[in-house]
């Protein structure tokens, strides 16, 4: 493991991260900001603890896109296309699992599972296909 962990493409990791996030700003904004707050009865006017709210999730998708590249590492892969469909489909089995339980325990409307599970398989993709293309070692393929 320790050699997985040191042998990932950390800018990469970093860069997929980035993608992630910036896809949730506009997800959580722009698409369906309103809805989301609607449904977590979120006040969008009270911004006190918003910085540590933002680094905190950032760091958590910069562990999600780190498990991305291990996971990516695990399967040893020899082409792009197989490396992806792999990675892709374990983070996203295991996020829709995940997000899947929290909602259903807490409730929420089938709507608000579609946007913060569709959230998360659209940024996995995304970082899947950073970390296929451009994050892996020689060592891994």
């Not at 599970?117 to 296929?132: E, F, K, M, R, S």
Request: charged share 10%; aromatic share 14%.
């Amino acid at each position: 493991m320790k050699n997985a962990v040191l042998h990932l493409n950390w800018p990469m990791v970093l860069a997929a991260a980035v993608a992630y996030f910036a896809i949730g700003a506009i997800w959580y904004t722009v698409l369906f900001g309103k809805y989301w707050a609607r449904v977590y009865n979120a006040d969008t006017s009270n911004r006190s603890g918003m910085v540590r709210t933002m680094v905190i999730g950032f760091l958590l998708t910069f562990l999600i896109t780190t498990v991305v590249g291990l996971i990516l590492n695990a399967v040893r892969c020899k082409e792009l296309y197989d490396c992806f469909i792999r990675a892709y489909i374990l983070a996203a089995g295991l996020t829709v699992g995940l997000v899947g339980t929290a909602l259903n325990y807490q409730r929420k409307p089938f709507g608000i599972w579609i946007v913060d599970i569709g959230y998360h398989l659209i940024g996995i993709l995304v970082a899947a296909l950073i970390l296929a293309k451009w994050g892996m070692t020689s060592s891994a393929h």
